[in-house]
Every structure is written in C-alpha cells, then in structure tokens.
C-alpha cells in the first residue's frame, strides 16, 4: 500500500462522508410516469417475447446475407460447396449463430474484444487473416460480468467497433481508458477524482432519497461507468439498458441481441449451478427461464411496485431503474468474500482489515437489490421458488457465481433455435490464471439438474481432461455430431469453444486487477485476436473453413444433405471427440461427465435461507411492503446502513489495485 493510495483512500473517504449532506436530484433516480391502467408487466417464459420475434424478423434479414458472404468466402477453395446454395434457398434451413463473452474482469472485456474483432468486417485484418464478417451474421451476444462490460460498452456506445475504439485509444475521451484505478478516476487530477466521486455518491443518494434501497452494485456499476462511456455525461448516468429499443441501428436489426447475466443471490450466500437461478437482461426483457422463476418482466418498468405484474398504483409505473452501470454492475457484483476467496483474503488479512471488520460488521450487503421485487405476487407454479413471488426484494449478484462463467443459459434456450454458440472462455481456473474447461462442465452438469431442464448442452470432458489434451489451448468443437447427442434432451447447438492462451501477451491477468494502461489493454486485445485466429491463421490457414463447417453442420444434419469432404478433416481436428480418439484411443471413455450423464444431482430449492438472514443479521435492514410507505424512514434508515458498504467500495477498489 503506497502512500498515493491511501491518500486515494482518504480522498474517498471524505466524499463519502461530505456527501450525505448535500442532495440533489440525479437522472440515476428512478422516476414516477403514468403508464396505461391495464398495464401487465409480468408474463410467463413461455417462448420468445413478441419484441424479440418481432426483431428477429428484421436481424434474420442482415444475418443471412453476412452469414452467406462469410460461409462462401471460406469454403471457396472446396470442391463441392453446393451445400451453401442449399442452406440460403430456405430461410429456414440458414443457420443461427450466437456468441457469449464469459467473466474475468478487464481481462475477460479486453481479451474478449479482441476475440470479437476477429469476428467483426470492422477490424483492421479480420478479412483478411480472420474471420471478419462473423459478428454481422451474429443474431445473440450474451456477456457475463467482464463479458457484460464489453457487451455493454460496445451496444450503449451505438454499437461501435473495437477498432473504433483502439484507434481513438490516445484520446482524452477514449472508451476503456482504466489506466487509473476507480479510486483515482481523475488520474493525476484529484480534484477531478474528488469530483467524480462525489457525482457517484450524490447520483446514489439520489436514488436513495426517491425510496429505493441501495447497495455496492450501485456504486460499483456507476464508478466503472465512467471507463466504458466516457463520452455520455457523467459517464453514461442517464443511459438504461431498455434505451436500445430507440436506438436506430438496434431497432433495424443492424447489431446483435446483446443479453447480461445475473444469478439470484441473498446477501451471504452462496449458489451452485445445481441450484442457481440465472437471470438475463435483454433490450425488451428482465427475468429468467428457470424452472424456479420462469418469468419475465418488462424492464423499463422495474422499479414499480407491483403484485402480481400490475402496478399496485393503477396507471402509476416507474422508470430509469434499468441504468446500464447498474445491469451490468449487478452481472459484475462479486463482492461476497465467501465467493470471491481472493477479496475475502485481502479484506480480512489485508492491512485494511481493521477497518473493513468495523465498517462492515457483518451486516454484508454484497449483492445487487431490485426492489421493489418485479415478481411479487406472481403465481410460480409447482416448481417455483417461493421466494420470488413473496419477497419484497430481489438479490442479483455476479452471472458466474454458480460456476457458469460463460453466458451460455440464455443461448440454449429453444425457441431462439441457434445453432452455433462461440463460447469465449477467459476465465481464471488454474493455478497460472488460464481457463480449464469448468465453465463448460458446469453448464453440461446443469442440465440434469431440475433448473437446467429445457438446456441441453454437449457432452464435456473434465477439466483434468481439458488440460491433459491441451483443450485449453486453442479453439475446440463440442458436440459436432448431433447423431451422438440423442441421450440429451434435444439436440444443442454446436459450440466452439475459444479459450484465453498465450500467443503474445501474457493474457493471464488477475480478475482483480483494476487499472490497465495503453500498452496492455492493446496487448490483450491483440492477444484476444491471435487466440480467435490460430495466431492470424498461421497455424491453421485452413481453420475459417472449419468454422463454415461447424456452423453448417446442424442445418446440414437435419436436412441429411452431404457435408463438404474437407469438412472430414476438419471435424478430425476442431471436435473434442476426435482428439481425444487420438490420444487415448477411445473417444469418448475418458471422460467422466459423459458417462455420468444419467446420474445428475437432484436438488431442493430451499426458500428459508434468504428470509432468514434478512431478519437476523441485517437488522437495520428493514422491510416494508410498499416502497413508497415510510420512504422517509427507509432511506433514513438505508444511509445508516450504507456507510459501511461506501467504505466496502473505497477499500475494495483501493486493495484491487495493489492485486
Ligand atoms: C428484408 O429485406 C427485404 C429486402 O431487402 C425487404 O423487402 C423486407 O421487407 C425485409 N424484411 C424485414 C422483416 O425487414
Ligand atoms: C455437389 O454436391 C451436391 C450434393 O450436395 C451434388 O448434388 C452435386 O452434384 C455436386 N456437384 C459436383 C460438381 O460434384
Ligand atoms: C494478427 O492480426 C492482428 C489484427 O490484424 C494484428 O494486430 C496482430 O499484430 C497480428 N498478429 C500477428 C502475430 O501477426
Ligand atoms: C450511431 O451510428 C449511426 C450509424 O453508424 C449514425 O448514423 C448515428 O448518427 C450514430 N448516432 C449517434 C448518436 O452517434
Ligand atoms: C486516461 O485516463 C487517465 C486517468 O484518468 C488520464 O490521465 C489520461 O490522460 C487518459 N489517457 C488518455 C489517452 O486520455
Ligand atoms: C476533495 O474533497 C474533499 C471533501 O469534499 C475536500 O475537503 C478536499 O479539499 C478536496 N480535494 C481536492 C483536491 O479538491
Ligand atoms: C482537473 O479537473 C478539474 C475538475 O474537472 C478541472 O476544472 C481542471 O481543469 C483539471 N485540471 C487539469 C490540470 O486538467
Ligand atoms: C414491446 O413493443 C411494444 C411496441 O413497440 C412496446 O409498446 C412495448 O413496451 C414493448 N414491450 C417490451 C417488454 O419491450
Ligand atoms: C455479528 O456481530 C455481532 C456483534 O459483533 C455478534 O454478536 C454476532 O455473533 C455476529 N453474527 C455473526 C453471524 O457473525
Ligand atoms: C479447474 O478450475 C476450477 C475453478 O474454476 C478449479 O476448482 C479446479 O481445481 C480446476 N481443475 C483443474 C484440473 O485445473
Ligand atoms: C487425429 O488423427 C488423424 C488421423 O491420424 C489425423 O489426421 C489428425 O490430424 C489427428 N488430429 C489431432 C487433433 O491430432
Ligand atoms: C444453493 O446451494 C448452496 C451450497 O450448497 C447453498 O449454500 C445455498 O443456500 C443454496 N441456494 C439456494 C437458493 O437454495
């Protein structure tokens, strides 16, 4: 701990605790807006939103003609690529493609972009030593955590490039400049510092003040806002998530479906992927597929206090709740140390520790509040988890708590009929910082699991094997062949999966590493590009028309036309099966979860555990059924309890950085 920093720490601290005095109305607030009487916010899952059926009719429209330009331009040296003619001559034979950005912080957002640009016709060498073109033939991009963060930056800033961005890099204003660490937003100007935050602070009094319970999220979403929309005020302050329905390039199809994830979660507890309920954030919608919840809410409107979908005030609705710091702070909000060993280890061993036991006590507040719950009163059915209809709050906390740290929920689902998943692993998993599959295997676990039922997903080796046959090392396909998939409960998509590895830079940087300079965030980019490429197609020049391959192969299949003969060789190389007949002689007997498919964990989902802890450790933390019933006393009661979470926020931010 520097000097420097704990001036940092001192500054912050000071802002803190001048601000509560000083109160003025911020966008962040949400606001009250008459809506139609009749309004129902709340519908089943059952099958695609009409927005989204809708806005595939326009998406599908460009996908195509991207899809078919890329398919063509990779296979042009086969010598029978008739199959492509075949595919485009039905729209509904053209294969969908989805992309999904996993956790990891900066790293996972700036190794993802990279990995993104290869795909994008926008980069700098995508068309040429890449596969530029891929991203506009993309209907779904989902992102997690790190993953959200450039999916976010990338669809609120009207859906820039990331060449875009690299090359506006030197500039004052540029996006993804986190050269400072959050506690020193200004850099080497502390009074710019000092007036960030205290913008941050007095934004979420505000909101506090108009009735609503604030929590680290809110910091935390706001503080990092400032590196991803630097060019909207106050770093993007009055910018929701549902804005993208006004959005040209959006509403005429011209970007991808961009989707954050959140797993539910009560203050100080955990979750697994047998028992998490993960929940998406779309332009249109906020809810999940869930067994446990299978609902969706309109999220525009969250905020409103609602029962059973209406507002309890007739014809009144709230807005401006969805503020996109805060979706994507709540798919980001990894504070629990019992999640996170590396904070827990650094607050509690750390210098800080004294202070952050008596700020915190063990009042911990370490999730994201949706209140009031969106769900109340809705009717759940049989396999509902009570707590979603009879609580007042809703507790979201980072997508990748359950283990799942690659967005892959939302993709499976299957009325969004995709047909290829690019699955972007730039998790942390092994000792040295590189993925090792466990992502994968916990999504493939999922699906025999009551919560995962409607998700199939293909069968995975373990994450011993993973790195035993190098899996970990460059991109591999998953479930090639859907003749193999009948166990399952219907046939998945393909997945190609691209997992963060050296090629040339050292992409393995800690999650909680919280300041990046110039050189490497351009680094990582680069790096994020090379492991897309099989190193710009030098190792591999024949690897784009694998990819053709394996985004045909579902299409190809269901129809039972032949498949390219190249593709053979192909299939021989990329598909898991096929290396691991190579190595061991037996495909698929080296791995456990294959053969362990039928024996999946059964679960109860247990109600108690949240209400419990409300009441007995939070005892400031009181609970009212209406929001807008003794606001007064809440929010007097909510700036007690919110101290300790701004200290949490200012020792969290300054500990990262020496990480
Ligand atoms: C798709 O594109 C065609 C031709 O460009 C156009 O006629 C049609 O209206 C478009 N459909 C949708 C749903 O946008
Ligand atoms: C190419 O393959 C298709 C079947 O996919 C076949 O009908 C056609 O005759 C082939 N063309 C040539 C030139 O072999
Ligand atoms: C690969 O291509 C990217 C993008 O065009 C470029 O930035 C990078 O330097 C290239 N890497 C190598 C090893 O040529
Ligand atoms: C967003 O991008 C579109 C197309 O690139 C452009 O026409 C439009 O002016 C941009 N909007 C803003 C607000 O920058
Ligand atoms: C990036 O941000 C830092 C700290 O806020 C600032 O000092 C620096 O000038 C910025 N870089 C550029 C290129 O604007
Ligand atoms: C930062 O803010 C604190 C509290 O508002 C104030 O006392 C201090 O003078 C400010 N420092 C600078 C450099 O503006
Ligand atoms: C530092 O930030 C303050 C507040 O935004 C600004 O007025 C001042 O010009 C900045 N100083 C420098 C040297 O950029
Ligand atoms: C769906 O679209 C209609 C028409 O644009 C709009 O009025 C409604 O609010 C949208 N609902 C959701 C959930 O996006
Ligand atoms: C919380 O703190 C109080 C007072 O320090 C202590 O009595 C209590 O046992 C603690 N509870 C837990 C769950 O640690
Ligand atoms: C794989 O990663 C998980 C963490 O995600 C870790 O618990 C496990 O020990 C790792 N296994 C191997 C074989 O590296
Ligand atoms: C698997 O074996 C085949 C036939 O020997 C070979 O062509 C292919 O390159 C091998 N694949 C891998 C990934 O080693
Ligand atoms: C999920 O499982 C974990 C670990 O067993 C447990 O701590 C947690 O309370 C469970 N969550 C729910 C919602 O059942």
Redesign the pocket.
């Known amino acids: 701990m520097t000097l420097a920093r704990l001036s940092a720490l001192a500054y912050i601290l000071s802002v803190c605790a001048a601000t509560a005095a000083t109160l003025q109305s911020s966008p962040y607030a949400p606001v009250e807006v008459s809506c139609d009487t009749s309004i129902q916010l709340v519908r089943k899952a059952d099958g695609l939103s009409q927005n989204e059926t809708e806005w595939l009719g326009k998406r599908d429209n460009h996908t195509k003609e991207a899809l078919k330009t890329f398919l063509e331009g990779a296979t042009s040296s086969y010598s029978n690529n008739s199959l492509i003619a075949r595919l485009f001559s039905d729209d509904s034979n053209v294969p969908r493609v989805a992309v999904a950005c996993s956790g990891g912080g900066y790293r996972a957002m700036l190794s993802g972009a990279g990995m993104l640009a290869a795909m994008d016709d926008r980069t700098e060498g995508a068309n040429e030593h890449g596969l530029g073109g891929l991203l506009q033939a993309t209907t779904y991009l989902a992102g997690l955590s790190g993953g959200s963060w450039l999916v976010g930056s990338l669809a609120y800033n009207n859906w820039t490039s990331v060449q875009e961005i690299i090359d506006h ?4 204003t ?1 996006i993804w ?1 986190i ?2 660490s959050l506690a020193s ?4 100007n502390s009074s710019l510092t000092n007036e960030t935050w205290s913008t941050i602070m007095s934004d979420v009094d505000s909101k506090q003040q108009a009735g609503y319970v604030v929590t680290i999220t809110d910091y935390w979403g706001r503080a990092l806002s400032y590196g991803f929309f630097p060019n909207a005020a106050d770093g993007g302050v009055a910018s929701q998530w549902s804005s993208l329905r006004d959005n040209d390039i959006f509403r005429d199809g011209e970007m991808p479906f961009p989707i954050s994830v959140a797993d539910f979660r009560s203050p100080n507890t955990a979750t697994t992927y047998s028992n998490s309920t993960i929940f998406e954030f779309n332009p249109f919608e906020m809810g999940s597929w869930d067994e446990s919840l299978h609902a969706f809410t309109d999220l525009k409107y969250l905020g409103t206090n609602v029962f059973n979908g209406v507002p309890v005030t007739k014809g009144r609705c709230v807005t401006g709740f969805d503020n996109v710091g805060f979706v994507i702070g709540t798919s980001s909000s990894l504070f629990s140390p019992m999640m996170s060993p590396a904070i827990g280890i650094l607050l509690n061993e750390g210098p800080l520790a004294t202070i952050f036991t008596k700020a915190m006590g063990n009042d911990s507040n370490d999730v994201a509040n949706y209140s009031p719950n969106p769900f109340r009163g809705i009717d759940l059915g049989s396999s509902g988890l009570e707590i979603f209809s009879s609580d007042d709050y809703l507790f979201l906390a980072d997508g990748g708590e359950d283990g799942e740290t690659i967005p892959l929920a939302p993709l499976l689902q299957k009325d969004r009929e995709v047909d290829v998943i690019f699955a972007f692993d730039n998790s942390a998993d092994t000792t040295h910082g590189w993925p090792n599959g466990s992502a994968l295997v916990n999504t493939y676990k999922r699906q025999f699991t009551p919560q995962g039922r409607g998700m199939p997903f293909p069968h995975i080796p373990s994450p011993e094997e993973f790195v035993q046959l190098h899996l970990n090392e460059r991109p591999v396909f998953f479930g090639c062949d859907a003749n193999s998939l009948s166990d399952l409960e219907h046939v998945p998509p393909l997945v190609i999966y691209v997992p963060n590895a050296h090629y040339s830079f050292n992409s393995n940087q800690s999650t909680f590493k919280l300041a990046y300079d110039e050189r490497e965030r351009l680094g990582l980019i680069r790096n994020g590009f090379e492991a897309m490429t099989r190193r710009n197609l030098t190792e591999d020049v024949s690897f784009p028309g694998c990819v053709a391959c394996a985004i045909m192969r579902r299409q190809q299949e269901r129809l039972d036309e032949p498949l390219p003969e190249e593709c053979s060789k192909c299939f021989a190389n990329y598909c898991w099966d096929n290396i691991a007949s190579n190595v061991t002689g037996n495909g698929w007997s080296n791995s456990s979860y294959f053969l362990s498919s039928t024996s999946g964990s059964t679960i109860t989902l247990a109600p108690t555990s949240s209400t419990g802890l409300l009441s007995s450790s939070s005892a400031s933390f009181t609970r009212t059924t209406s929001i807008h019933q003794n606001a007064a006393r809440r929010s007097e009661q909510t700036t007690y309890n919110i101290r300790p979470l701004i200290v949490m926020v200012c020792l969290l931010i300054v500990v990262s950085c020496n990480v």
């Open positions: 890099t030197s500039e004052a540029s400049n050269t400072a937003l200004g850099g080497i």
